[in-house]
């Protein structure tokens, strides 16, 4: 089967650093993805790993491991407008635009 | 660039009933995805279309549908609707010229169902 994890809640306080882990199975690997989700809003996109290692843009960066099966999404100098939900999804092999997403972590950041 | 458009942004049927909902892609996307995202589930693939063609499918009942134009923009259609269908309807584009390439979500249309 096809199997994405990461953690349900989060806290963290206002100018910290978090780490959102993400654990996949799933039939072959062609990329994976972070999307941010506010309530009631769209996903809107973060990040897109398809080799290992890591990509910073700005605040956030996104860590790849091909061979764990395994992200994570960091995010530094939190501010309160990062509470929201953290989206991991993985595109299966030749599943063109099929991404698989796992459950979302709910990210609180407090003053 | 305008983003991904979706309409209506708000629907309300009733169980039966039958619904239609629009997305236009980011211009020059010619690959459009449907999901469906209730709170139980999360977020669900319902199918894709590339040049007017459904090259991908998720696992749902044959009363969900879609379409696209030869403008890329796409339809999907749910006929007799059911209580369950109630969630947010989403519509992302990317390119799909390639297996490495971003996705983009609109806003999505919020479907409820009484």
């Known amino acids: 089967g096809q199997n994405i994890d990461q953690p349900t809640e989060m806290t963290a306080t206002e100018g910290a650093i978090v780490q959102i882990n993400c654990t996949y199975q799933t039939s072959g690997f062609n990329g994976l993805f972070w999307y941010q989700q506010h309530a009631g809003e769209a996903p809107t996109f973060l990040s897109y790993n398809v080799l290992d290692g890591l990509e910073e843009k700005g605040r956030f960066s996104s860590f790849l491991s091909r061979s764990k099966g395994y992200s994570y999404l960091l995010l530094k100098e939190l501010q309160m407008k990062d509470s929201a939900s953290y989206l991991c999804?993985?595109?299966?092999?030749?599943?063109?635009?099929?991404?698989?997403f796992g459950a979302g972590t709910r990210l609180a950041v407090h003053p | 660039k305008a983003g991904v458009t979706q309409t209506p942004r708000y629907l309300i049927k009733t169980r039966g009933q039958q619904v239609t909902l629009s997305c236009s892609p980011i211009s020059g996307h010619r690959s459009v995805s449907w999901y469906q995202q209730t709170p139980g589930q999360g977020l669900q693939f319902l199918f894709e279309y590339f040049s007017e063609t459904q090259r991908n499918k998720g696992n749902f009942p044959g009363r969900f549908s879609g379409r696209q134009f030869s403008n890329s923009r796409s339809e999907m259609n749910v006929s007799t609707l059911e209580l369950g269908d109630s969630a947010l309807y989403l519509c992302?584009?990317?390119?799909?010229?390639?297996?490495?390439?971003?996705?983009?979500f609109g806003s999505g249309t919020q479907l409820s169902v009484l």
């Open positions: 992302a584009s990317s390119l799909g010229d390639g297996s490495n390439e971003k996705l983009f």
């Open positions: 999804a993985v595109r299966p092999s030749g599943g063109y635009n099929k991404l698989i």
